[in-house]
Each structure stands twice: as structure tokens, then as C-alpha cells.
């Protein structure tokens, strides 16, 4: 566990010294993915169906705000449609433009949802979302997770209803439109799949905000259970065709990246909780404090001992008390107060001493210290204190 | 010298600005009741172009039976049907507009407060 967390920590730190960097290269990532997977679905326009011009809109999204990455994908998909036919292309934009109106005026933010879960749902995953949304959103990013379903449906409909349409003259524009439409007013496993991540992602949310032990996991098995649940109730229903295998195990990755996400966002040891009473003039209060598990990254320091017998004389004068503590400066320039009496944690330690501070300990300064290809000696072990004065002086 | 406690004041509000601050800040320039009749007339205008975006779409949908049938239907019931359906969605959508609105209101003014005590803390350090 110990070492996760250092993982989590080390992790934290990469992203917060590179997020310059990260933040670009996800999106890249992220724009790329969807394209590609628009494109393979239903890549009807050849002239955009093409790995540079992907590489290309990627790069651009990968500097621009993330809502640009939905803004192309739908660009991309609405093509592609005008491709196939452009009664198509008139539903696809109808489609569109009511999401837009209707719920991305709330918040823009949200609409990086619909995308995702888009994408999950062409990976054959979207069970993940509900749980995902339900542990890190507001139980209103249901919308944008049922506009991604929507889209999704859509764009198979299309997909798999291409040649029909494509063979379809242009006098059966209606015929067209219908074919598309009753691909989502008449789905019964698309309605079958908003009731069962709307309510998820409701279950997770309100469980999860519950002031119980181990709310985050309770909350997400419960939530894939009452998903599972209810596909499989829909499916008995509406025989719509679920596999019941896929479902099961969508549900078990979803909680999989359920608790990668708790261990990330919601660490905290509930072996340690405390419950304190206390009160004030007005209120009595009962509070119930859940420490996080935290672990400070070791952070190695070297201590350089440097022996100038010249300056002896004036500092032979100096209180003895100094002999035992000296001051260190650690690699992320806080200073800290180490002494002599402190223990030896890990590291190379050749029959003299190693400094390695930790948040926690104190670290040990004596004779030579060796880590790496460094190696530092003083001249005497009786003289230490003198030098331990020295650098508190050049501190 | 650098004064450690103002810098770290000055990067918690720059932070804040360009973060939370771009979405708040505008928001609490407004009285609520402005803000809010502000909200709930864009959300009129959105409202009545999703909803002639959809009758257009159930129009197209039907197109053929549509046109059949046009002189056959009684057109003031039709229309009356659908204003009614069309007041409906128009009053459900502001509905939720006031709801999700107020509560980002509230929401912006609480922020703003904690932002404006900084920018007071930090006036008050420049004038030592």
C-alpha cells in the first residue's frame, strides 16, 4: 500500500510539474481516439477519412479548449453523414443543435461527457460511465451522459443502415429520415439504457456523498449491480438483445475504474476514523473525521561535509550546543532540522553515514556519506561537530 | 524583499481568476433578479428553436401522412395542440433554467465573497 501511495504521490508530482505538457498530449490522445473511431464507424467521406488529416485536427484540438475536440467530432460525423445522404446529415444536425441548445448552455464543461461516453459506447464499454460520472460529477452530468447515448445510437444506425440508405433514391427522402429517426424514438435498448444509467449514476452519486465507511465502494457496487440489474430486467423485457457475459463483465471493469478513481481522489484510511462530540453556545456538534492516507516522497539529500581547519580558531568559541544539531536544506528548499541522535533509514550506507531526509524522520549525519558515485570524507569523526557548525554558519 | 505571505495572496487570486473567477465574476455583476430574467429569456429564445427544430424533424418524419392528410386535419386543432405542447416545454425548460440558475447564483456569490476578503487581505498588506 505503501508503496502505491508513493506511486499516487510521484504521480500527483509529474502531472503538476508537466501539466503543460500532459494536458496537451491527453487531448491530442483523446481528439485522435475519437476520430479515429468516427472514422472507422462510419467513414463515408473519403477525403476526411485519412490519418493525416486526424493528426492533424488532433494537434489542433490538443491546443485548444477541450470543447473544440467535440466540436470537431461532431463536424467529422455530420460529413460523413452529408457522405451517406443529406436527409442523414439534416437528422444528424437536428440532433445536434437541440443538445446544444437544450443542455450545453448549462455548462460547455460538460459536454467532454458526451464525447467519452460516445466513445466508451463504441468500445463496447459504456457501463463504465455511469459509474464514473456518478463518483466524480453532479448527479445533473446524467444529461450529457444520454446525449452521448443518443449520439452513439445515431451513429449506429447509421452505420449499419448505410448501404440501404445509399441505395435509396433521392425521391425517398422521407423513407431516409424515417429510417434514421425510428432508430431512436423506436429503440427500446436505448430507452432501456437511459433509465438504467440515469438511475446508476443517481445511486452511485447519493451513496457515495453518504457519511458511511467505504461509501465510494459501496457506491459503486451498488450502482453496477442496479445496472446490471436493470439491462438484464430491459433485456427480458424488450429482448433487446444484451450479452449478458459483456454486460458482467463492463460492470466488473467498472468498478475496477471505480476504485482507481476512489484510490486517486478519496484515499482516506477508515481504520483511523474519529468521532468527536463537542458544542458551542448555539450547536451541538457530532463530527465524524476520516484522516487521508498521505505519505511524503522520500527525498534523498546529500550532506556535504567540507573541512576548513582555517576558520577553527574563531569558531572554537561557539556554545558546544551545536555540536548536535546542523541544518540541511532538502531538494524542494525546505529547510530542515536534523540532529545527530536521529536514526539511519534505507539507503547506501557505507560504515559511516548517510543523510536521506523523509517528512517524517530525522536523518543522520556522520563521517563519509556514499550514495550514487558521490563520496565525501572528513578527516576526522571528533572534528564533526566543527563542520556541522560550519554549514549551519553558511545556512 | 520578497513578502512570501502577499505572493502566495497574489497567486491564490491569480489562480482564482483565471480558474473559477472567469465563470463567477461576470455572474455576480448582476442582481439576481437581472440575472435570472437574463437567463430565462435566453432560455425562451433556445426553448422555441428546439422546439421549431423538432416539430420540423416530426414534420419530415411523417412528411407523406402529413401531406395526405392536410386537408383532411382540422389545422385549429392542430395548431392548438401544438401551442399547448409548445407553452409546455417552453414553461418546464425556464423552469429548470430558474432552478439551475439560482443555485449557480448563490453558488457564484459565495466564491466571489471568499475572492474579494483576499483581495481586501491583500490591500491591506500593500498599504503596511
Redesign the interface.
Known amino acids: 500500500m505503501r508503496n502505491l501511495l508513493e506511486l499516487r504521490e510521484k504521480l500527483k508530482k509529474i502531472y503538476a510539474n508537466h501539466e503543460v505538457y500532459i494536458l496537451p498530449i491527453l487531448k491530442f490522445l483523446l481528439a485522435f481516439l475519437a476520430l479515429k473511431m468516427l472514422n472507422s464507424r462510419i467513414g463515408y467521406m473519403g477525403s476526411i477519412d485519412n490519418l493525416g488529416i486526424e493528426l492533424i485536427v488532433a494537434l489542433t484540438c490538443s491546443f485548444l479548449p477541450t470543447t473544440f475536440i467535440v466540436v470537431f467530432a461532431g463536424l467529422f460525423s455530420l460529413l460523413h453523414m452529408y457522405a451517406i445522404s443529406l436527409e442523414v446529415a439534416?437528422?444528424g444536425l437536428?440532433v445536434y443543435?437541440?443538445m446544444f441548445?437544450?443542455f450545453f448552455?448549462?455548462g460547455t464543461k460538460d459536454a467532454i461527457i458526451v464525447l467519452i461516453t460516445t466513445i466508451l459506447a463504441m468500445m463496447g464499454i459504456p457501463v463504465v460511465m455511469p459509474i464514473v460520472v456518478g463518483l466524480l460529477a453532479s448527479p445533473?452530468a446524467a444529461v450529457p451522459v444520454v446525449c452521448g447515448l443518443i449520439v452513439y445510437t445515431m451513429i449506429s444506425t447509421i452505420s449499419i443502415n448505410a448501404t440501404t440508405i445509399s441505395s435509396m433514391g433521392g425521391d425517398e427522402a422521407?423513407a431516409k429520415?424515417?429510417l434514421i429517426?425510428d432508430g431512436l424514438i423506436e429503440n427500446p435498448g436505448l430507452i432501456v439504457m437511459i433509465a438504467s444509467f440515469v438511475i446508476t449514476i443517481f445511486i452511485v452519486y447519493f451513496i457515495r456523498r453518504m457519511s458511511v465507511a467505504y461509501s465510494w465502494t459501496i457506491a459503486m457496487v451498488a450502482g453496477a449491480i442496479v445496472n446490471l440489474v436493470i439491462l438484464l430486467v430491459g433485456d427480458l423485457m424488450y429482448n433487446i438483445n444484451l450479452s449478458l457475459f459483456v454486460i458482467f463483465l463492463s460492470s466488473l471493469l467498472a468498478v475496477a475504474v471505480g476504485k482507481i478513481i476512489e484510490f486517486m481522489c478519496f484515499c482516506v484510511d477508515y481504520s483511523r476514523i474519529e468521532t468527536l462530540q463537542f458544542e458551542d453556545e448555539e450547536y451541538y456538534y457530532y463530527v465524524k473525521a476520516i484522516p487521508k492516507m498521505l505519505v511524503a516522497e522520500q527525498d534523498k539529500t546529500v550532506k556535504r561535509i567540507n573541512v576548513q581547519r582555517n576558520n577553527v580558531q574563531h569558531k572554537t568559541s561557539e556554545p558546544i550546543s551545536h555540536q548536535s544539531r546542523i541544518v540541511s536544506e532538502g531538494k524542494d528548499g525546505a529547510v530542515k532540522r536534523s540532529t545527530t541522535q536521529g536514526n539511519v533509514r534505507q539507503g547506501n550506507v557505507t560504515k559511516n553515514s548517510v543523510t536521506k531526509n523523509s517528512a517524517t524522520k530525522n536523518s543522520v549525519t556522520k563521517g563519509s556519506v556514499t550514495i550514487g558515485n558521490e563520496r565525501k570524507r572528513t578527516s576526522d569523526s571528533s572534528n564533526d561537530w566543527l563542520d556541522d557548525y560550519e554549514d549551519l554558519e553558511r545556512f | 524583499m520578497v513578502n512570501g505571505d502577499k505572493v502566495i495572496l497574489m497567486t491564490r487570486l491569480a489562480s482564482y481568476e483565471k480558474k473559477e473567477g472567469k465563470k463567477y465574476i461576470p455572474v455576480t455583476k448582476f442582481f439576481r433578479s437581472d440575472y435570472l430574467s437574463m437567463q430565462i429569456m435566453?432560455?425562451f429564445l433556445?426553448?422555441t428553436?428546439?422546439f421549431g427544430?423538432?416539430v420540423?424533424?416530426f414534420v419530415?418524419?411523417d412528411?407523406?401522412i402529413f401531406m395526405e392528410d392536410l386537408y383532411k386535419i382540422d389545422i385549429i386543432t392542430l395548431v392548438l395542440n401544438i401551442i399547448k405542447y409548445y407553452i409546455t416545454f417552453v414553461v418546464v425548460?425556464c423552469i429548470a433554467t430558474y432552478v439551475?440558475f439560482s443555485i449557480r447564483y448563490v453558488k457564484a456569490k459565495k466564491s466571489v465573497k471568499k475572492y474579494y476578503h483576499n483581495l481586501k487581505k491583500l490591500n491591506a498588506m500593500q498599504k503596511k
Request: proline share 0%; hydrophobic share 65%.
Open positions: 439534416i437528422v437536428g443543435m437541440v441548445f437544450l448552455r448549462f445533473l422521407t429520415l424515417r429517426l | 435566453k432560455s433556445y426553448a428553436l428546439v427544430i423538432l420540423g424533424l419530415l418524419y412528411f407523406e425548460y439551475l
